[in-house]
T-cell receptor
């Protein structure tokens, strides 16, 4: 069965400090991994996906297949990064590639 | 372009009552998905429509939940009768290509069953 685990429910950091959100997954195959973000009073939106290997809003995430992890990192947190972050995966193939399995989410609070 | 619209944004009902949630996807998006997050748990997949057909309903929790998408446009999710454990946020998403990376989510409906 596929599963996504985000061990931290809350991360509180000061502005300018590095932030790392942990995500581990289990999946028998080659999944596609995503980070979604939900800012206050806004809808859930895609932040980044591992295939694109890009940096969005200063965030990066590297897929580590050996450790089955997809941690999200930002070297200098900003107050506007305060939000709920969800790690998610989808499988390969027509059916599995359609739906997402989410982790429990990590709330990030960036203090001034 | 208009996004994915869900209403109501918030619904409070008594146990045993019926509630119908609605989702209007982005125009032209054949793929429509329902997810929900119950208190303290992960966001979980409920089902997937391709046009008016149910492609995958493996996440529907029980037969108190009925989803429809007549005409392949908007979708409704009816809970009848509602139970306390149905409380949570119900999300709808749509996509053009039917791949997870192409989702656009709605803002969700917060359902509270008392």
């Amino acid at each position: 069965a596929q599963r996504v685990t985000q061990p931290e429910k809350l991360l509180s950091v000061f502005k300018g400090a590095p932030v790392e959100l942990k995500c581990n997954y289990s999946y028998s195959g080659s999944p596609e991994l995503f980070w979604y973000v939900q800012y206050s009073r806004q809808r859930l939106q895609l932040l980044l996906r591992h295939i694109s290997r890009e940096s969005i809003k200063g965030f990066t995430a590297d897929l580590n297949k050996g450790e089955t992890s997809f941690h999200l990192k930002k070297p200098f947190a900003q107050e506007e990064d305060s939000a709920m972050y969800y790690c998610a995966l989808s499988g390969q193939g027509k059916a599995a590639g359609n739906k997402l399995t989410f982790g429990g989410g990590t709330r990030v609070l960036v203090k001034p | 372009e208009a996004g994915v619209t869900q209403f109501p944004s918030h619904s409070v009902i008594e146990k045993g009552q019926t509630v119908t949630l609605r989702c209007d996807p982005i125009s032209g998006h054949d793929n429509l998905y329902w997810y929900r997050r119950v208190m303290g748990k992960e966001i979980k997949f409920l089902l997937h429509f391709v046009k008016e057909s149910k492609q995958d309903e493996s996440g529907m929790p029980n037969n108190r939940f009925l989803a429809e998408r007549t005409g392949g446009t908007y979708s409704t999710l009816k809970v009848q009768p509602a139970e306390l454990e149905d409380s949570g946020v119900y999300f709808c998403a749509s996509s053009a290509e039917g791949r997870a990376y192409g989702y656009t989510f709605g803002s969700g409906t917060r359902l509270t069953v008392v």
